[in-house]
């Protein structure tokens, strides 16, 4: 399947109306670049609720969808401090408006950040949600106890790879990526985004001091592995990861995870390893005594791409018989 980026849109501008880094507008402009916008509605010269979104194509059909390297979107609401039933009509009210400024599209998926658990508004649009896992930690400010909530098999190898690696910060995007493409590549895969988005991301990043990149890097000069963070003063996020197969049981994976949550701890609340559904990524997160914490999923599907849908499983269940 083929997709075809529509550049029809206007991006918004820059507002400070977001849950997460992922919904800044210069954030979108990189993973995004021309076809992104956002849903506003606003009242007393002040955004109330917004929902960032990008667009683009599919077998011809409008699709609205995550960007590559962004894990939520929107929406977010002005908080109120009302009591629980007000808010909650509000949000339903506000939720309408956003579903009714969005752009005509045949098929929408976006995922929902984990603070917003009200998606019944949606529901009663049509739309479907299913639920994902992430592994938060939400406390990063002793580091004694976050060792000490690491499991003992995590501290081991931690303490394994302290004895022939050091942590380097680096700039070194090409170096990163390399680390990164290997691990695809150990899966039989290729990269799910392309370098030039990786690229542009980091450029903007950089530019504003919202990334960090680590090297585990051995005395004979080998880099065993890599991590990928990005952050706010919200939450610090580990964004991409990678490492060299043959060197992967020197315990780089997690001295990198480890050095990266510490650092979090000087400038964001927050620490998400945006989990996997995985059964050994979730594992290794879980080592690292984070909590799970959901997020959802929400899908809207016209009456043409559900006809697609339905022909599509409809071959994969011909093709299992």
């Known amino acids: 399947m083929t997709t075809e980026i529509v550049t029809a849109c206007t991006p918004a501008a820059e507002s400070q109306a977001t849950n997460c880094i992922f919904e800044e507008p210069w954030w979108m402009d990189a993973v995004a670049p021309g076809c992104w916008s956002a849903a506003e509605v606003t009242a007393g010269g002040q955004v109330q609720a917004r929902l960032t979104y990008a667009v683009g194509k599919t077998l011809g059909l409008r699709t609205i969808r995550q960007p590559p390297l962004t894990q939520t979107l929107g ?3 002005r908080p ?3 009591k629980t039933s007000g808010r909650l009509a509000r949000e339903k009210d506000l939720a309408e408006e956003l579903i009714a400024k969005l752009p005509p599209h045949d098929f929408m998926s976006v995922n929902f950040h984990r603070s917003v658990t009200n998606w019944l508004p ?5 739309f479907t949600a299913s639920p994902r896992i992430t592994y938060v930690i939400d ?11 690491l499991q003992e098999n995590i ?5 394994k790879a302290q004895k022939r690696i050091e942590i380097v910060r680096s700039d070194d995007i090409d170096r990163f990526l390399e ?7 150990r899966q039989g895969r290729s990269l799910p985004y392309a370098p030039a988005v990786v690229a542009r991301l980091d450029s903007a990043c950089a530019n504003r001091a919202a990334r960090s990149i680590y090297l585990a890097v051995d005395e004979q000069g080998r880099t065993h ?6 952050h706010d003063a919200r939450c610090t996020y580990y964004l991409m990861g990678g490492g060299d197969p043959v060197l992967r049981n020197s ?3 997690s001295l990198l995870l480890w050095t990266a949550i510490q650092d979090a701890a000087s400038r964001s609340a927050t620490f998400d390893f945006e989990g996997s559904m995985g059964v050994d990524i979730e594992r290794f997160f879980r080592g690292f005594g984070a909590e799970q914490a959901t997020y959802l999923n929400l899908r809207w599907t016209g009456r043409i791409a559900g006809a697609l849908e339905g022909l599509r499983a409809a071959l994969r269940s011909l093709k299992g018989s």
Do not use: Q
């Not at 501290?155 to 303490?159: D, F, P």
């Not at 592995?225 to 990005?230: H, L």
């Open 75 to 77: 929406p977010w609401y």
């Open 80 to 82: 109120t401090g009302a």
């Open 122 to 126: 949606f529901f009663w649009k049509g």
């Open 139 to 149: 406390d990063l400010g002793n580091t004694a106890r976050l060792w000490s909530n």
């Open 155 to 159: 501290r081991r190898e931690v303490r």
């Open 179 to 185: 680390l990164n493409r290997k691990t695809f590549a």
């Open 225 to 230: 592995g890599a991590t990928y963070t990005v």
């Open 251 to 253: 315990g780089a994976g």
